[in-house]
């Protein structure tokens, strides 16, 4: 599980899923058994490790309210389904679909509120992930897609009339089938659909969320191993 929180990811790993070599990558590495939160300033890139359900809520409102220099922050737990129904308790959870258009190797990116962006949008009642995606991306775009596969799942937070919102977005890649119609959802306030290659798509998204560029790290990533295959 990956949550985006001020536009900085925070990662849930599991103890037995954390490999040890990986803590060279770390800025500091904290045992909560050990340390107080509250006596410390987070720098760079965080570890924490004996993460449990209870100490999630301090976590979280030190996190929200940190503004020094911190990159990321994993957690460490031998609970990770515990830990994460924790963080999810302390918002409100709203659901979410989207995706990578594919036109002859090209990706639809659009430009709204001054960022590039990949459409996406919630879940109607009843609806399934699969079909906001499809729907979402018709309505933003004026594009008509098919789904080929699933890429990822994200979270982020954001704050919307005193409320604390966890958004979830499920992630797709989609085949463009008709882009006849493509028009800007101006009501969305989406200014410019553009479609472009992966090299243009990595330099346009410097102007974006670490979310989007995680899922467009997602997609390059599967596309090389294919070519590998």
């Known amino acids: 599980m990956i949550i985006f929180l001020n536009d900085r ?10 490999e040890r070599t990986e803590s060279t990558h770390f800025d500091q590495i904290l045992d909560l058994r ?43 737990t031998t609970n990770k389904k515990e830990v994460s ?10 659901k979410a679909a989207g995706g990578v258009v594919i036109k002859k190797d090209q990706w639809l990116l659009m430009y709204r509120r001054k960022k590039w962006d990949l459409p996406k949008g919630k879940l109607d009642r009843g609806e399934s992930s699969r079909k ?31 409320s604390r919102i966890l958004k979830r977005t499920k992630w797709y890649l989609l085949d463009c089938q008709d882009d006849e119609g493509m028009c800007p959802q101006a009501d969305e306030d989406i200014e410019l659909l553009e479609w ?25 990533s599967m596309q090389k191993e294919a070519r590998t295959m």
């Open 132 to 162: 906001a995606a499809v729907r979402e991306i018709e309505e933003e775009t004026g594009v008509k897609a098919v789904i080929r596969q699933k890429l990822c799942t994200t979270w982020h937070t954001y704050t919307f009339q005193n």
């Open 9 to 18: 990811p925070i990662k849930i790993i599991r103890e037995k899923d954390f």
């Open 196 to 220: 472009l290659s992966f090299p243009d798509v990595q330099k346009k998204l410097v102007n974006s969320f670490s979310s989007i560029r995680y899922v467009a790290e997602v997609l390059n």
């Open 85 to 94: 129904a924790r963080i999810k308790s302390l918002y409100k959870v709203l």
């Open 34 to 76: 050990l340390s107080k939160l509250k006596t410390l300033e987070f720098l760079g890139h965080v570890l924490l490790l004996n993460v449990t359900a209870s100490n999630v809520a301090q976590i979280f409102d030190y996190l929200e309210n940190h503004r020094d220099d911190l990159l990321s922050v994993t957690l460490v």
